[in-house]
C-alpha cells in the first residue's frame, strides 16, 4: 500500500474510485493506492480463480476476481481481495454493483509489501463480516497456502504444503490442489519440496 491521499468521505471515495483508472483501498477516510503485481502474482490468483469458477459451475457460488471491491461494514473498510466467492444472493452496497458485502471465501496472495497487512489489520477486519467462512493466504515463494474456517468462538488454522497438497473449503463444498494454483510458476528446486 502507498502513501494516503486525502481525506473523503465514503461517497467521495466510491465516486472518486468509480472514475479512476488506478484502484484504490478506502479506510476512516483515507485512500490507498494499491500497488502493482508481478507475473507470479497474477498467474497465482488465474490459477486460483479458474480452479474455482470450475468447480462452482452450476452451483449457488460465484467466483469474483480483484477487480470486485469487498466493504467491510461493520469497519467501513473498502478493499479488493485477490480472489472473492459468495453463495447465494449476492449483496451489493448499491445500485452500481461493484462493490460486494457478504463473501464467503476470501483470498489473498501475499506480497512482501502487503504480507503483514494480510495476515494482521486487514483479517482483524476481514473477520468482521459475518457472512465470511474461509480466508485463504497463498504464498508466493514456495507452495503454499493457509486456511482459516470461521469456527464458533475462532478460526480453525490450517496448511497446505507442496505441489501435491490440497485445500478443502468446505463452506463452497470446493477442493483447492496447490498443482492448480500455481501451475504457471517454476520454484528453485530447493523450495519446491515444500
Given at each position: 500500500m502507498?502513501?494516503?491521499?486525502?481525506?473523503?468521505?465514503?461517497?467521495?471515495y466510491l465516486?472518486?474510485?468509480?472514475?479512476?483508472?488506478a484502484r484504490h483501498e478506502y479506510f476512516n477516510g483515507e485512500t490507498y493506492a494499491m500497488v502493482g503485481t508481478t507475473l507470479r502474482h497474477n498467474s497465482i490468483q488465474g490459477g486460483i480463480y479458474i480452479s474455482?469458477?470450475?468447480?462452482?459451475r452450476g452451483t449457488a457460488c460465484r467466483v469474483y476476481s480483484s477487480d470486485v471491491r469487498v466493504k467491510v461494514s461493520a469497519t467501513g473498510l473498502y478493499t479488493y481481495p485477490d480472489v472473492s466467492v459468495v453463495c447465494g444472493e449476492a449483496?451489493?452496497?448499491?445500485?452500481?454493483?461493484?462493490?460486494?458485502?457478504?463473501?464467503?471465501?476470501?483470498?489473498?496472495?501475499?506480497s512482501p509489501s502487503?504480507?503483514?497487512?494480510?495476515?494482521?489489520?486487514?483479517?482483524?477486519?476481514?473477520?468482521r463480516i459475518d457472512s465470511l467462512q474461509e480466508y485463504l493466504l497463498v504464498a508466493q515463494d514456495k507452495p503454499r497456502i493457509e486456511q482459516y474456517i470461521r469456527q464458533k468462538d475462532?478460526?480453525?488454522?490450517?496448511?497446505?504444503?507442496g505441489l501435491d497438497a490440497e485445500i478443502t473449503l468446505p463452506s463452497i463444498g470446493c477442493t483447492l490442489s496447490l498443482q492448480a494454483a500455481y501451475q504457471l510458476v517454476t520454484f528453485d528446486s530447493e523450495l519446491d519440496d515444500g
Open positions: 502507498a502513501l494516503p491521499r486525502q481525506r473523503m468521505t465514503p461517497d467521495e465516486a472518486f474510485e468509480r472514475g479512476s483508472d474455482l469458477v470450475e468447480q462452482t449483496e451489493l452496497e448499491d445500485s452500481h454493483l461493484d462493490t460486494l458485502l457478504n463473501p464467503s471465501v476470501l483470498i489473498e496472495v501475499l502487503t504480507e503483514a497487512y494480510d495476515r494482521g489489520k486487514k483479517f482483524e477486519h476481514y473477520q475462532n478460526w480453525l488454522y490450517l496448511k497446505a504444503d
